[in-house]
């Protein structure tokens, strides 16, 4: 008993002697997402994405990662038969946890990664506040991706990264009702929009 306990106490002194945290914030591009309603098309627009990810390697290749990474852009329906409209504009939310894993030690680092989390979806007013309105939805969602990290030292570097993100739609998504009528806009339950965005950045090194 007492040799198992020191060899799992220097076990974990171990991996606390090696653990690292990895601080990047980025920049780049979201994709967007397009998905099929009742009336037509919904898309959101692709545009500028920013965030920042936290790396806590244990091991100097493996660790667990939280991200967030935020995206200011606006919802578009194209209805059959009918003129293109804006809906709303929207700010997107995404704070995720999983794994990641580096492929290889060295100053060249491609690396996977896996999380899950949330998608905070906040509606703001469109063209016409008068007419629409809308609540803000809160999703399950899935990242998975990979990435290159290029250290000019041991301490800060680059780091590029694709990414795919899945909001899962559940419990169905509305995107809101006219005063007028004309209520039911909405992505079917139990689907999912596919995003996904590219990024860049810097990392800093702290720790062993």
């Known amino acids: 008993m007492r040799t198992t306990t020191l060899l799992l106490f220097f076990t974990l002194m ?20 397009k998905a099929r309603v009742y009336e037509g098309d919904i ?4 545009n500028t994405t920013f965030g920042v990810d936290l790396d806590y ?3 100097g290749t493996s660790g667990i990662q939280l ?3 935020f995206t200011s852009t606006d919802v578009t329906l194209y209805p059959w038969g009918e003129p293109t409209r804006k809906y709303s504009d929207v700010d997107l939310h995404y704070i995720m946890l999983g794994g990641i894993r580096h492929l290889m030690d060295g100053p060249i680092m491609p690396y996977g990664v896996f999380n899950i989390g949330i998608l905070y979806a906040d509606f703001k007013n469109g063209e016409q506040p008068n007419l629409y309105t809308y609540d803000d939805v809160v999703r399950l969602a899935f990242g998975f991706g990979l990435g290159l990290k290029v250290m000019f030292n041991e301490r800060i570097g680059l780091n590029t990264a694709v990414r795919a993100l899945v909001p ?15 209520c039911g806009t909405g992505v079917s339950t139990g689907s999912s929009i596919i995003s996904g965005d590219v990024t860049g950045g810097i990392v800093v090194v702290l720790g062993d």
């Open 14 to 33: 171990g991996t606390y002697a090696f653990s690292q945290l990895n601080i990047s914030p980025y920049a780049g591009w979201n994709f967007g997402m």
């Open 43 to 46: 898309r959101v627009k692709n």
């Open 57 to 59: 390697l244990m091991d």
């Open 67 to 69: 991200t967030y990474r």
């Open 168 to 182: 899962v739609q559940w419990g169905g998504l509305s995107l809101g009702c006219s005063t007028g009528g004309g």
